[in-house]
């Protein structure tokens, strides 16, 4: 399969995971943030915050969150990793885990979810991490380019907690790129994949700037 883009170890596929996962090698850490089956709301408006709200964004149509993944593609996926992190593997049947990681987003009482969790296989106690993410309110101002996009303060964070340091990853819901862009920050190689070719432009254009400073936004 072609990537849609490759250089310098961070490689992007514009397809299905279901049919680009046989064909990848194994690598060291897998981490994904696969759909919930919320049917995220394609404005930043849609969360009850109106239609006046500042810089709003628009993510277009799609049905990608409308299901979740089956069980036997979840199975797939972390088999693909030495070690794996799901972003929202609650909403999943998850084999039992001690090592938890809980992304405290410092909402406040808002709609919004106080937190979200991350099933790892790490081992070890469950981890926390504060970090404020609240619609247009985000820390640091990180641009945002896809509705249900992770800071890279905490993707860069989940990779700093993987037992043995990752070499290379794969992310196979990729979204905007955010683990490919905490990869190149690290100097790691690393994989994406994503179903919608908006976003693969997206996650190009942002492995297209320079080094970041690492843990930052």
Known sequence: MTPYYDHAGITIYHGDARDVLPSLDAVDL???D??????VPRTAGGWGWGESVAN????GGGDWDD???TDELMADVIAK???AAIFGGNYYRMTPSASWMVWDKANGNTPFADAELIW???GGAVRLIQHH??????KGREPRGHPTQKPLHVISWVISRCPDTPATMLDPFMGSGTTLRAAKDLGRRAIGVELEERYCEIAAQR???GVLALGGT
């Open 34 to 39: 696969p759909p919930y089956g919320l049917a």
């Open 81 to 83: 990793g030495r070690y």
């Open 56 to 59: 709003q964004n628009d993510y």
């Open 207 to 209: 492995l297209a700037q």
């Open 120 to 122: 790892t296989n790490y």
């Open 30 to 32: 897998v981490l994904t």
């Open 67 to 69: 299901s979740v993944i």
């Open 133 to 138: 993410w609240q619609g247009m309110l985000r």
